[in-house]
């Protein structure tokens, strides 16, 4: 199913995902790049140390931050964010040359990114994943990972806050089942237009 994206005349689209800790967004998106493989992703760059399965320049580009201010300081990210103490940004070049090719983009982004990606770049097409309730993502946040007390506790909080932003994206999309969210998402994504940051 090619829903339509990828490789099509002019820029290509902008698809930003976000949701909260927990509800599933690497696995709907690898539904959604095995559903639609002509789809590029964004590979941010971040302070925050590679974890074991991680590749650098793969899962992210790993940077010192020191490296990370200077690239600030130059306008190269579309966007970027503290994320629990780490720098998180997504480089412009990569998005624009992706866009220009008329490659659609997607994004894993937080909440603060999302909204500077809403306020630069009117045409992206900006998806909040939900949990199917919140109770079944709080229950997924306690059984997840060894954290206790005060870990877990804040874990809970933040789900709560991230939550509360679902109303500021354009589109809600509940993984209750991967396979639908990942083809809802598609089908988003072949009813929207082009960007241009
Ligand atoms: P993790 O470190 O667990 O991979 O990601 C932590 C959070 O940072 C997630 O909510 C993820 O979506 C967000 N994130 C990852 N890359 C970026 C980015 O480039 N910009 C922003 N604003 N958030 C990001």
Known sequence: MSAGAGGGAGAGRLIVLSGPSGVGK????????????ELRYSVSYTTRPPRPDEVDGVS?????ELTFEQMLARDEFLESADVYGSLYGTSLRRVREALARGEDIVLKIDVQGAAQVRARVPGAVLVFLLPPTDDEL??????RGTDAGEALERRLENATAELAEAANYDHRVVNDEV??????ILAIVADSRGANP
């Open 26 to 37: 690497d696995t709907v998106l690898r539904r959604l790049f095995e559903l639609c493989p």
């Open 60 to 64: 992210y580009s790993f940077v010192a």
């Open 138 to 143: 709080f229950r997924r946040l306690r059984e």
């Open 179 to 184: 396979d639908r969210a990942a083809r809802e």
